[in-house]
């Protein structure tokens, strides 16, 4: 049972490139999150989805875009990078409502733009 | 807008200390209340919880009750180890929207 996991774990981009991060879950988890995390800030909620074919977006979507085809695999797309995307990105799971199950947390990818 | 204010670290301790990490939160409505640990180099992963008032949430040690009167979630450990160094995080959530505090980065020298 390897839980969530995500790659790749480290990526330069350069201003205008593309790329997607990879992000599957093996818990059959019906949720699915991705934040994330500038230096010295919490986490930011950029889309989540609550099922396959249901996205929502969350607090910090602009510049992201995402599809969930199947219960296990939510990628996040970054069409045109730009370096105030530099950050960490982690992927979630859980299995019930966003308001009270746990979440399950991806190890990251830590993505700078230069 | 609802969020989650938690004490500046970095906090040092030696070992065998007491620890407080403070937090506390602003919500409209009646949130769930999260404490999140970030070892190095890994994913978050929940460390207790509560979700409703008065709830106390406990694990390996560590403990927060939730005081809907104080807004408050703060975590606390009678005796560190150095095994508890770590970047603990404090959130709320409401359905379909989850906050998080900045992080407070915890060292336990021995």
């Known amino acids: 049972n390897a839980g969530v996991t995500q790659t790749p774990k480290f990526r330069i981009l350069k201003i205008g490139q593309s790329m997607t991060l990879q992000c599957t879950q093996d818990?059959?988890?019906?949720?699915m999150y991705w934040y994330r995390q500038d230096p010295g800030m919490g986490l930011k909620l950029i889309y989540y989805?609550?099922?396959?074919?249901?996205?929502d977006k969350g607090e910090v979507p602009n510049g992201y875009n995402v599809s969930r085809s199947t219960t296990e695999d939510f990628p996040l797309r970054l069409e045109l990078a730009a370096p105030s995307q530099t950050s960490v990105y982690f992927c979630?799971?859980?299995?019930?409502?966003?308001?009270?199950?746990?979440?399950?947390f991806g190890p990251g990818t830590r993505l700078t733009v230069l | 807008g609802d969020s989650v204010t938690q004490m500046e670290g970095p906090v040092t301790l030696s070992e065998e200390a007491f620890l407080t990490i403070n937090c506390t939160y602003t919500?409209?409505?009646?949130?769930?209340l999260f404490w999140y640990v970030q070892y190095p180099g890994e994913g978050l992963q929940l460390l207790l919880k509560?979700?409703?008032?008065?709830d106390k949430g406990s694990n390996k040690g560590f403990e927060a009750t939730y005081r809907k009167e104080t807004t408050s979630f703060h975590l606390e450990k009678g005796s560190v180890q150095v095994s508890d160094s770590a970047v603990y995080f404090c959130?709320?959530?409401?359905?379909?929207?989850?906050?998080f505090g900045a992080g407070t980065r915890l060292t336990v020298k021995p």
């Open positions: 509560a979700t409703k008032a008065d």
């Open positions: 818990m059959n988890h019906n949720y």
């Open positions: 919500a409209t409505g009646y949130p769930s």
């Open positions: 989805s609550v099922g396959a074919g249901i996205t």
């Open positions: 979630a799971s859980s299995d019930g409502q966003h308001g009270t199950d746990t979440q399950y």
């Open positions: 959130a709320l959530s409401i359905i379909n929207d989850m906050r």
